[in-house]
């Protein structure tokens, strides 16, 4: 993904939303982070992995979703930074064939504006 700034994303990313630094080449403003076994590649813009011309907010039309098991943990500390949440925690059943598959689920936009679901899988229903 890219950013606009590094540090301002590292801390997002590693401070507020508990990901690990798996690495990162400081000389090239490029970071490694992963939570669970979810994993971004963030770096700040340079002119050459652009497709087109950056804007707030980065990343529109694009929702990641990211599982993990601790999201009441995460929920609570994003909360606890004072980090604005753009849909607060809730349960939700989607129809996936003939089956509910459930999640407990949040967004939070990250400082570029990616969109970024945090879920947490409930199982099924007939």
Same mark, same amino acid.
């Given at each position: 993904? @890219?950013? @606009? !700034?590094? +540090?301002? =994303?590292?801390?997002? *990313? ?5 990901? +690990? ?6 000389? !090239? ?6 939570? +669970? +076994? =979810?994993?971004?590649?963030? &770096? ?10 950056? =804007? ?8 990641? %979703?990211?599982?993990?098991? !601790? ?9 606890? %930074? ?11 059943? *989607? ?6 598959? #459930?999640? &407990? ?7 570029? #504006? *990616? ?10 229903? &007939?």
């Amino acid at each position: 993904m @890219s950013v @606009s !700034n590094i +540090n301002k =994303s590292l801390n997002f *990313y590693l401070n507020i939303l508990l990901f +690990n630094l798996e690495y990162e080449r400081k000389e !090239n403003k490029f970071a490694f982070v992963s939570l +669970n +076994n =979810s994993q971004i590649m963030i &770096k700040e813009i340079n002119g050459r992995w652009e497709t087109g011309t950056l =804007s707030y907010p980065f990343g529109r039309g694009i929702n990641f %979703q990211i599982e993990i098991e !601790n999201i009441d943990e995460l929920y609570q500390n994003i909360k606890k %930074q004072d980090y604005p949440i753009k849909i607060e925690i809730q349960e939700n059943w *989607y129809r996936v064939n003939n089956k509910l598959t #459930g999640q &407990k689920e949040f967004l939070v936009m990250d400082p570029d #504006g *990616y969109l970024l679901r945090f879920a947490k899988d409930l199982g099924e229903r &007939k």
